[in-house]
């Protein structure tokens, strides 16, 4: 089974950065469409951002233009930049491989990251 690591996350004011790190145990990672996720307290787990194998990406409308996803595949590694980011962008963040907008393998631990002043 595919094991995933999530780092990166924090506490940051609104406005400010943060870059994410997802590290993916998976054979032959460069196949998979991977995706980040993330889930608010007391609310659903949603895809904001997927990268494909030929490297196409779509974004959700709220992170659209303000988060970039990108990944490198001879490190296994997917990233999420995070720009401009806002009070509502607080959740904990997961990557997976993309299944029909949900995940392919067990999720990992995720990482925190919270926007505040």
């Known amino acids: 089974q595919v094991q995933l690591v999530e780092s990166g996350g924090g506490l940051v004011q609104p406005g400010g950065s943060l870059r994410l790190s997802c590290a993916a145990s998976a054979s032959i990672f460069s196949i998979y469409t991977m995706a980040w996720f993330r889930q608010p307290l007391g609310k659903q787990r949603e895809m904001i951002a997927l990268?494909?194998?030929?490297?196409?990406?779509d974004y959700a409308d709220s992170v659209e233009g303000r988060f970039t996803i990108f990944r490198d595949n001879a490190k296994k590694t997917l990233y999420l930049q995070m720009n401009s980011l806002k009070p509502e962008d607080t959740a904990v963040y997961y990557c997976n491989a993309d299944l029909n907008g949900s995940g392919l393998w067990n999720w990992g631990q995720g990482t925190q990251v919270t926007v505040s002043s």
């Open positions: 990268i494909r194998a030929n490297s196409r990406t």
